[in-house]
């Protein structure tokens, strides 16, 4: 019967074995190996894993960037987001309360749904406010066109939807 300690060891070995020059595996095999030394720290310490200034343990961080790449994802499907806001709000009123126990959305379902399912199913709050929607969808565009060109865009595309109705 083997142990949680030689399951981890294993796992390092097999990843060590399928990616042998990843950066990835090193991380992992050095942080392992640093927490099975004699008085070695923590495992999340050893793996760099931290709370952030927030308060927020590393798999909170992961849920956020997670919704927000899939909210990113959703409002450039809709165009904008207002129409994002709109769309949102009748799913969650008339499919997420009978679908919300699934594990995953029916592959039938129109792409934007799916994309809503799953943003739903991360699990943390979608903020409302029209400014951090705005700062998620920057971010991921500062590097590339800056936070400016990222809400002109927002601006634009909401003002496109708004003619064409």
Not at 80 to 89: A, E, H, I, T
Not at 94 to 103: A, F, G, K
Not at 108 to 125: C, N, S, T, Y
Not at 130 to 149: H, L
Request: net charge positive; glycine share 8%.
């Amino acid at each position: 019967m083997s142990n949680s300690v030689d399951n981890l060891v294993r796992v390092v070995e097999i990843v060590g074995k399928a990616v042998p020059d990843d950066p990835v595996r090193e991380w992992l095999d050095r942080g392992v190996q640093e927490f099975l030394q004699p008085g070695g720290p923590r495992l999340d310490d050893a793996l760099g894993l931290r709370h952030d200034t927030n308060g927020r343990s590393p798999a909170t961080q992961w849920l956020f960037q997670r919704r927000d790449e899939l909210l990113r994802d959703a409002v450039e499907h809709c165009g904008g987001l207002n129409d994002f806001k709109r769309d949102l709000g009748v799913f969650e009123r008339t499919i997420w309360p009978t679908c919300q126990r699934l594990t995953a959305p029916p592959k039938k379902w129109p792409a934007l749904h799916r994309k809503f399912f799953d943003l739903l199913r991360v699990g943390v709050p979608i903020p409302r406010g029209r400014r951090r929607m705005q700062q998620i969808m920057a971010r991921e565009t500062s590097d590339a066109t800056g936070c400016a060109d990222a809400l002109s865009l927002l601006s634009a595309q909401d003002q496109k939807k708004r003619r064409s109705r």
